[in-house]
């Protein structure tokens, strides 16, 4: 069994520069002020729509995610229903494959440290699960049945593409102090990494762990 750490990666290539810049074109159509587009005015303009509320024009822009985060956590991106979503099937992967190591994937709980007793029951539990699993499977169970034994702690790799309006709803509502710890982990270094990609929109969300 491999235990491993979340992670997140921004899969298109794009300049947070003219991402701006193309949604203040956008933007300045509502107001007829195209005039008053310079070098540097896509900032200013687009702080003030946010400020506004007007998001609606940050929906010109959609750029793709990849997670890699438990199932657990999965469950709770999903849900996010103004996106499109591709994810690694427990059907159709078999875990006991040499493709896969001949071994599952778990995730690191960000809450559990390493060497004390709350931390080895999860590991211990995630052990069990494991052997039952390929138990199943020499047993005669298809891939898709033997994974109802598979923990919620499971590595998964999920593609989410959305907009950035979506993006700002996701963050905003992920990254909070309410939010599931390990959900908050996976957010935290998407926000962290778009504050440096993209200047000014994703400035205002807080969260960053």
Known sequence: MKVIKPSVEIIDVFDGLDVIKKLERCGRVCYKSEDKITDDSAYKFIENIIKRGHESVLEHFSFTVKFICDRGVSHEIVRHRIASYSQESTRYC???????????????????????????????????????????LD???????????????????????????????????????????????????????????????????????
């Open 94 to 136: 078999n875990y006991s494959k040499d493709d896969f190591g001949s071994e599952i994937t778990v995730i690191e709980p960000c809450f559990l440290v390493p060497g004390t007793e709350g931390y080895d029951m999860w590991y211990g539990a995630c052990l069990v699960a494991e052997q039952m699993y390929f138990k199943m």
């Open 139 to 209: 047993w005669g169970c298809m891939p898709e049945e033997a994974r109802a034994v598979l923990p919620n702690s499971l590595k998964t790799e999920l593609v989410m593409t959305a907009n950035i309006r979506e993006w700002r709803h996701f963050l905003k509502l992920r990254s909070s102090p309410a939010a599931h710890p390990q959900m908050r982990e996976v957010a935290g270094l998407l926000l962290k990494e778009l504050k440096v990609k993209i200047p000014v929109v994703f400035d205002d969300i807080g969260g960053v762990v």
